[in-house]
């Protein structure tokens, strides 16, 4: 039996754009806009929420939803420990979860993002949202996600939108919101 929803995302032919908050414990930072229950969709697009989960797990569905072809971009969201702003990473280096060790010996030494990054940066700044553009990893999930997902794109003439958004250290639901939205809105841009 189908969902209404599985129904309507169905016959919604719009791109998909999978948003994950992949850190469990920042499961507050949803796009449900109202009552309805509705998540918040960029014009020409829609967005698909992934739920935060081990990261095996993770990215596995996001390579399945872009394989399938409900997705045709994912923006992962985390937190930033660099710097005091938002920090959109460009790059993620093959190491696995223990940092130690490469995710696959046969990959690259590095993936580049393949999302609009200077325009997600315009998108923030016109937000009024201070952010930077870095191809500096960070030790965490988000890389070993971006890398994972990243090195798991289907072969084709048409490459999705692959891109890492980190949020400032402390900042409260709609500031992350706000960003996320900005971000969403510069990768809908070019679907």
Not at 68 to 95: I, P, T, W, Y
Not at 157 to 186: F, M, Q, S
Request: charged residues 25%; hydrophobic residues 40%; glycine residues 8%.
């Amino acid at each position: 039996m189908t969902s209404s929803s599985d129904s309507a995302r169905r016959t919604d032919r719009r791109p998909g754009i999978a948003i994950c908050a992949y850190d469990v414990d920042d499961q507050g930072w949803d796009l449900v806009e109202d009552l309805s229950g509705q998540p918040w969709s960029p014009t020409g697009a829609r967005t698909v929420a992934v739920t935060a989960a081990d990261p095996e797990s993770l990215a596995s569905t996001l390579s399945a939803h872009l394989q399938s072809g409900d997705c045709r971009a994912v923006l992962l969201v985390g937190r930033n420990h660099k710097s005091g702003g938002f920090r959109v990473q460009m790059r993620a280096e093959n190491r696995d979860l223990t940092h130690k060790n490469r995710q696959t010996l046969t990959g690259p030494g590095v993936a580049r993002t393949t999302a609009p990054v200077a325009d997600i940066v315009r998108a923030l700044n016109a937000a009024g949202l201070s952010v930077d553009a870095s191809s500096e990893a960070e030790d965490d999930i988000g890389s070993y996600l971006l890398y994972r997902v990243l090195s798991e794109l289907p072969e084709g003439p048409h490459t999705p939108a692959i891109g890492l958004l980190r949020a400032p250290l402390p900042a409260d639901e709609a500031l992350i919101r706000k960003g996320v939205k900005a971000a969403a809105n510069a990768i809908a841009s070019h679907l």
